[in-house]
């Protein structure tokens, strides 16, 4: 498509979460070092909230790949499961063989492979993602499993990284043993309107790019407040501006090409007001 045009190695805003495209936001960059600290402290759970696109995947894969060679990590990025599910989706992430073991002796299993990572001076760190499709009974299972513990030390820490959905959830009176234990938290906003400028450099330099600006300053502005910062929309309307610019011959984006981004973005489109499109 474009990126011959444009002189670059690969597409540079694609929604599919890529660590190598991280950029360092103050807020997530702060959401990063909030989630190390807590990792190191080894206690209680940890949660990041944000709305849908804001990043929280990204961080998270961030948060996997980093991670100390003696923490070893359990990921659950669909966690749709009841208890027993749960428990059978840690044991195959630590390496237990689940197939014909009943709750009892999963349960057993389990905390046998835990205390034998602790033996060995390893932490275990179950990440779950999209934490808010657990629901009320998920949580309480991800709770108890951390009940697993020795004299001084939990066996197993939480993270969630999950939709405001799971503030709604955690903030009910039923769940409230699980809201306790929660000792860090931390919660994802989109970028400023500033931000949203440096950021499509970014991606564009990460991509190959090496030449004069590519986004117009008034593209720039134009696409930071039909996307409200949110990183996931700000990339689907600068791939769609890159595609119109390149349609046309253009060698820099310019609002026009925005603006049909946006007409073809409902989520774009429907909050700028129809006016901004012509």
Not at 35 to 49: H, M, N, P, Q, S
Not at 156 to 185: C, H, K, M, Y
Not at 260 to 269: F, Q
């Amino acid at each position: 498509m474009y990126l011959q045009h444009f002189g670059l190695r690969e597409s540079p805003f694609s929604i599919t979460p890529d660590t190598e495209f991280f950029y360092a936001y103050p807020r997530h960059r702060e959401a990063l070092d909030v989630l190390r600290v807590a990792l190191a402290d080894g206690e209680g759970f940890i949660k990041i909230t944000g709305e849908v696109g804001t990043g929280k995947t990204l961080i998270c894969r961030k948060l996997l790949a980093g991670l100390p060679a003696n923490v070893l990590s359990a990921w659950l990025p669909n966690p749709q499961r009841d208890a027993q599910g749960l428990q059978m989706a840690l044991a195959d992430e630590l390496g237990i063989d689940t197939r014909r073991l009943g709750a009892h002796e999963l349960h057993k299993r389990l905390a046998e492979r835990l205390i034998e990572h602790h033996q060995k001076g390893r932490r275990v760190v179950l990440v779950i993602d999209e934490a808010q499709a657990l629901g009320e009974a998920g949580l309480e299972a991800v709770r108890l499993l951390t009940n697993l513990e020795t004299e001084k030390t939990k066996l197993l820490q939480v993270v969630l990284f999950g939709q405001p959905e799971l503030d709604a959830i955690l903030a009910r009176p039923s769940i409230r043993q699980l809201r306790q234990r929660i000792t860090f938290s931390y919660q994802l906003t989109p970028f400023d309107s500033g931000s949203v400028a440096d950021y499509l450099s970014h991606r564009l330099r990460r991509a190959g790019y090496d030449g004069a600006q590519v986004f117009a300053p008034r593209a720039a502005r134009l696409l930071a407040r039909a996307s409200r910062g949110v990183p996931r929309l700000v990339n689907i309307l600068a791939h769609k501006a890159l595609m119109s610019a390149y349609g046309s011959g253009a060698r820099q984006v310019q609002s026009v090409h925005v603006r049909r981004a946006i007409g073809d973005t409902p989520d774009a489109s429907q909050r700028m007001g129809r006016w901004w499109l012509w």
